[in-house]
């Protein structure tokens, strides 16, 4: 029994190890050294989208050089007009026959040149040329940088209306760009008259009474239409005629009526044209 004592003592002790033992550990990492010496990375830029860029300030650019040249033109042709040439000279004479061309095209010149019943001439055309200087409206008025540019009288002897076309110059401008108001009255007595004068047998007359009536400026280079005709009660000395100014498009700027007689005792030249 006690050698099987001995025995089983023996293989226990066998069965131990010779020397202690640790339990064991993990095996350490290896290290980098390129992560102790390296930069460290940038950050990564956000991806926020780009703003759009206003076109405000362009289309105010635009928009305010466009109203300063169109501020520009305005005071270069109206308020500073360049100078227009003298009536007689070379460049008048050739102003005259580009207009007589233009209103050659007017819708009314066409139509009542045509038309049997109108007798058409030119104004002052049978005033004598040494009287022409004299006169208000062929002298100080004359030539295209006034009403000599063109005017040509139409007149329907069966009814005794006249209709006037007229070019209104530039340089009788009362306010810039507009007529002057006594421009307008000289035209309007005179056309107002030719008309009165055509139904006196004498062929002549004055004026006695002139009343106007300003609804629309009269704008200056431009083609106008004057219209007179009689009213009824007309007499051997006195008469009334009214009129009225239009565009070529028939809007009226003025309206007239005057009231024309024949002196008692004054004998007066006849007129005509």
């Known amino acids: 029994m006690e050698g099987d004592d001995v025995r089983r003592k023996w293989l226990e002790r066998s069965r131990k190890p010779l020397w202690p033992t640790s339990p064991p550990t993990e095996s350490p990492r290896p ?9 460290p990375a940038p950050p990564q830029p956000s991806l926020q989208p780009t703003p759009k860029r206003s076109l405000r300030p362009y289309i105010y650019a635009v928009i305010f050089f466009t109203i300063g040249l169109t501020a520009g033109q305005y005071v270069r042709l109206v ?17 005259i026959e580009h207009l007589q061309k233009q209103a050659e095209k007017l819708p009314i010149v066409q139509s009542l040149s045509t038309d049997p019943k109108w007798t058409s001439y030119e104004a002052y055309s049978s005033v ?14 004359g030539g295209a940088r006034a009403i000599g540019g063109f005017q040509r009288i139409f007149w329907n002897k069966e009814s005794g209306e006249i209709v006037t076309v007229i070019w209104f110059g530039g340089a009788i401008a009362g ?18 008259g030719r008309c009165a004068i055509k139904q006196f047998p ?25 219209r007179a005709i009689p009213e009824k009660g007309f007499t051997e000395r006195k008469g009334w005629v009214s009129g009225r ?19 008692k005792g004054i004998k007066l030249r006849r007129l005509e044209g």
């Open 31 to 39: 290290t980098d050294l390129r992560s102790q010496f390296s930069s």
């Open 79 to 95: 308020l500073a007009p360049p100078p227009l040439p003298p009536a007689g000279s070379k460049e008048d004479t050739l102003m």
């Open 128 to 141: 004598p040329d040494t009287e022409l200087s004299r006169r208000l409206t062929t002298g100080p008025l």
């Open 175 to 192: 306010w810039p760009g507009v007529t002057h108001g006594g421009v307008t009255a000289t035209i309007m007595d005179e056309i107002l």
């Open 202 to 226: 004498a062929q002549t007359g004055v004026t006695a009474n002139l009343e106007l009536n300003y609804l629309k400026p009269v704008v200056t280079n431009s083609f106008y239409v004057v």
């Open 245 to 263: 100014l239009e565009t070529v498009d028939g809007r009226v700027c003025v309206e007239a009526k005057g009231l024309f007689v024949v002196p």
